[in-house]
């Protein structure tokens, strides 16, 4: 493979195929919209499937300057702030899925993969570029940029669909482009670590269950910080208002916000397909799911070490294999994230019942449950 790879959009999904694909002796460009790499905002979760894949890039030191590894998820009760279940991360999570579970500000991750991008002479980042088109041919692909006003063509061994939500390379694989409105607006905040309430400790990813809304805290910038998002219906509710029949330690929380950012919640329904000719599609711009397991940034990651592995292999067809391998888990994602978003905003009768079975299962069953995610092994 003498030409390169182009890759649209330097995400997460991005940037970690870049760098897996200069890891198998291929080099690509990665042209990006953004006149810097500057995300700013929410945290991520780097659960064992996706650590276990950053780790093989080398990238483990650097992550785990910036990251925290909690030791547990806590899950409480929001209206009467009793705990329901603790389950055990750190150690227990390296020995039971072969890989470290960190929470990391998104930023930083975007920082130490730009990084290892700047510093790989396979790789070559392109910022300020808008993607207009992508092609295909029988025997490479193609991008239509526009820079500084001036349109041109790019030509490549294939193309790669990276560009999230709103992707344009997606009207190159012939998919539908709309996505769904789920009726859900995630707040987000960021807040030092010393403004919160004792009884939310940064040990945990703390995790807040109420009809209706649910709220995830977890430790970011070496636990300096914390991430906080609360996710519930659209409308003109604010934080403090959604949070108001809530217990002490989370209404104190929300009150400590400096300022909130509001993000509308947008995913897709499952498709059947991932790729069309030379042509793929990776992470967001794929299967964008709600965040209720955690998993956006994971499987964009998962996403590009299985597509870098197939075109390193020379398949005669490794689109094909990158489809057949990924388009199962990739179509479940979605369905399971709604799924848990429904069990999180429970309420009357029905949030009983969760809050009596989460109390009365062990965490061992509980674990079992995300073995499916967590466990993940390329190949």
Same mark, same amino acid.
């Given at each position: 493979m003498t030409r390169p790879v182009l890759i649209a959009g330097a995400g997460i999904g991005g940037l970690t195929l870049g760098l897996a694909l200069a890891q198998r002796g291929l080099s690509s460009e990665i042209f990006e919209r953004a006149p810097a790499l500057d995300e700013v905002g929410a945290g991520v979760q780097l659960a064992p499937n996706a650590s276990r894949i950053l780790d093989g890039l080398g990238l483990g030191p650097a992550l785990d300057a910036v990251s925290c590894r909690p030791e547990g998820v806590a899950i409480s009760d929001a209206p009467s702030g009793s705990r329901l279940k603790t389950l055990p991360l750190g150690a227990a999570a390296e020995r039971r899925w072969g890989a470290p579970y960190r929470v990391i500000h998104r930023a930083d991750l975007q920082a130490a993969l730009s990084a290892a991008v700047d510093a790989n002479p396979s790789l070559r980042l392109t910022l300020g570029v808008r993607v207009l088109t992508a092609g295909d /041919? #029988? @025997?490479?692909?193609? &991008? +239509?940029?526009?820079?500084? /006003?001036?349109? =041109?063509?790019? @030509?490549?061994?294939?193309?790669?669909?990276? @560009?999230? &939500? *709103?992707?344009?390379? *997606?009207?190159?694989?012939? #998919? $539908?482009?709309?996505? =769904?409105?789920?009726?859900?607006?995630?707040? *987000?905040?960021? #807040?030092?670590? +010393?403004?919160? $309430?004792?009884?939310?400790p940064l040990t945990h990813v703390s995790v807040w269950l109420a009809p209706g809304a649910h709220m995830v805290v977890y430790p970011v910038r070496a636990g300096r910080e914390a991430n906080v998002v609360l996710i519930g219906a659209l409308g003109a509710t604010t934080p403090e208002e959604r949070v108001a029949r809530w217990a002490a330690p989370a209404r104190k929380l929300v009150a400590a916000a400096p300022r909130w950012t509001e993000w509308p919640l947008f995913d897709r329904a499952p498709a059947a397909r991932m790729r069309r000719g030379r042509v793929a599609l990776i992470g967001d711009a794929a299967h964008a799911a709600l965040p209720s397991l955690g998993q956006g940034a994971a499987f964009a990651i998962e996403d590009a070490a299985v597509l870098a592995r197939v075109l390193g292999d020379g398949a005669p067809d490794p689109l094909a294999a990158y489809e057949t391998a990924r388009i199962m888990r990739a179509m479940r994602l979605p369905e399971a994230s709604r799924r848990q978003i429904a069990i999180d905003h429970m309420g009357g009768l029905a949030a009983r019942a969760r809050n009596l079975a989460l109390a009365a299962t062990p965490a061992s069953a509980l674990l079992r449950g995300l073995d499916w995610i967590y466990g993940w092994r390329d190949g």
């Amino acid at each position: 493979m003498t030409r390169p790879v182009l890759i649209a959009g330097a995400g997460i999904g991005g940037l970690t195929l870049g760098l897996a694909l200069a890891q198998r002796g291929l080099s690509s460009e990665i042209f990006e919209r953004a006149p810097a790499l500057d995300e700013v905002g929410a945290g991520v979760q780097l659960a064992p499937n996706a650590s276990r894949i950053l780790d093989g890039l080398g990238l483990g030191p650097a992550l785990d300057a910036v990251s925290c590894r909690p030791e547990g998820v806590a899950i409480s009760d929001a209206p009467s702030g009793s705990r329901l279940k603790t389950l055990p991360l750190g150690a227990a999570a390296e020995r039971r899925w072969g890989a470290p579970y960190r929470v990391i500000h998104r930023a930083d991750l975007q920082a130490a993969l730009s990084a290892a991008v700047d510093a790989n002479p396979s790789l070559r980042l392109t910022l300020g570029v808008r993607v207009l088109t992508a092609g295909d /041919g #029988l @025997d490479g692909a193609s &991008l +239509e940029i526009e820079t500084g /006003g001036e349109r =041109r063509t790019v @030509d490549g061994s294939f193309v790669v669909g990276a @560009d999230g &939500l *709103r992707s344009v390379v *997606r009207q190159a694989v012939k #998919l $539908p482009e709309a996505v =769904r409105a789920t009726g859900l607006i995630a707040h *987000r905040t960021v #807040l030092t670590a +010393e403004a919160l $309430p004792e009884a939310i400790p940064l040990t945990h990813v703390s995790v807040w269950l109420a009809p209706g809304a649910h709220m995830v805290v977890y430790p970011v910038r070496a636990g300096r910080e914390a991430n906080v998002v609360l996710i519930g219906a659209l409308g003109a509710t604010t934080p403090e208002e959604r949070v108001a029949r809530w217990a002490a330690p989370a209404r104190k929380l929300v009150a400590a916000a400096p300022r909130w950012t509001e993000w509308p919640l947008f995913d897709r329904a499952p498709a059947a397909r991932m790729r069309r000719g030379r042509v793929a599609l990776i992470g967001d711009a794929a299967h964008a799911a709600l965040p209720s397991l955690g998993q956006g940034a994971a499987f964009a990651i998962e996403d590009a070490a299985v597509l870098a592995r197939v075109l390193g292999d020379g398949a005669p067809d490794p689109l094909a294999a990158y489809e057949t391998a990924r388009i199962m888990r990739a179509m479940r994602l979605p369905e399971a994230s709604r799924r848990q978003i429904a069990i999180d905003h429970m309420g009357g009768l029905a949030a009983r019942a969760r809050n009596l079975a989460l109390a009365a299962t062990p965490a061992s069953a509980l674990l079992r449950g995300l073995d499916w995610i967590y466990g993940w092994r390329d190949g």
